[in-house]
């Protein structure tokens, strides 16, 4: 029987790529132990079909098999699957909510520890660095920038901008709060931007994956943004209760701007800092 009682071929063709495509993450976990098979599937996919037309294979079986014999093939593939956007005061909003909503709090501890997980190629965490410095208390603070992606947390350690996106990086600063001149805070090379060496002092950058690592510390902020609506609801709350277990009582949580706490099974636990920038602070 060519199709299933009741089902279209394009219906049954759907149903077959979705096993295709369980079973190749599953091979992957087997055999690399990379975990992907609770990330949304439509975005899986195209990154899965982006790598498998590159290689001219005509089915996902056939791409399983390759990359389950090669590990350089793997390597791309996890390049693929990474999830590398990011920008100087991403949302500047939410940098200037924070300068006027959580730094005074902050400003009364005796140390201050800030996770910026899924931290891509650094920039945010640089944009949190200023920030700090700016507010009088980036000596007492420690910045740990994570990223699953080892090569790029390699490329986040250089400091180094595109140079035709500093017109843009300026205007986000100062809508972020900046009242400085921003090139106060970089060095103009060749044909980049290298960020002064002391915004880098105290920050760790460091490989870490929110699927399968666990929690390394206790933070008074951690900031996640955009990268939660990459995962499935499962994998949403696991890494919600990897966020509760590593923030100090009294800590804040910030997301992206199409995120929110109230996909968290234990919503409850957080009380909201400001809804439009998606800033929560834990309470229970």
């Known amino acids: 029987m060519s199709t299933i009682i009741g089902w279209s071929m394009s219906q049954e063709q759907e149903e077959i790529e979705r096993i295709e495509i369980k ?28 790598r498998a037309q590159i290689e001219e294979v005509k089915s996902i079986s056939e791409f399983q098999a390759k990359v389950l014999y090669d590990p350089e093939l793997m390597k791309k593939l996890l390049e693929d699957f990474s999830i590398n956007v990011t920008e100087m005061f991403r949302d500047p909003g939410f940098f200037k909510v924070f300068r006027q909503k959580v730094v005074p709090i902050l400003r009364e501890l005796p140390y201050i520890r800030i996770w910026h997980a899924g931290c891509s190629s650094g920039e945010e965490a640089y944009s949190m660095a200023i920030v700090l410095q700016e507010e009088g208390i980036y000596d007492k603070c420690k910045i740990y920038a994570t990223d699953m992606d080892e090569r790029i947390i390699e490329k986040a350690k250089e400091g ?70 990459y995962f499935n609801n499962e994998l949403t709350n696991r890494v919600y209760d990897l966020f509760y277990n590593s923030l100090s009582d009294g800590g804040y949580l910030g997301l992206g701007s199409k995120e929110s706490i109230s996909m968290y099974k234990a919503a409850n636990t957080y009380e909201e800092v400001d809804t439009v920038e998606r800033l929560y602070k834990k309470v229970k």
């Open 160 to 229: 180094k901008l595109t140079l035709d996106h500093m017109k843009l990086y300026t205007k986000n600063y100062h809508q972020a709060g900046g009242n400085k001149e921003f090139s106060e805070y970089y060095l103009v090379m060749d044909n980049y931007v290298k960020l002064k060496p002391y915004l880098k002092r105290n920050i760790i950058f460091a490989q870490h994956n929110l699927v399968t690592d666990h929690s390394f510390n206790e933070f008074q902020m951690i900031v996640c943004r955009n990268v939660l609506i």
């Open 23 to 50: 079973l190749l993450l599953e091979g992957i976990y087997q055999r690399y132990g990379c975990d992907f098979r609770n990330y949304a599937f439509s975005s899986i996919k195209r990154r899965i079909w982006y």
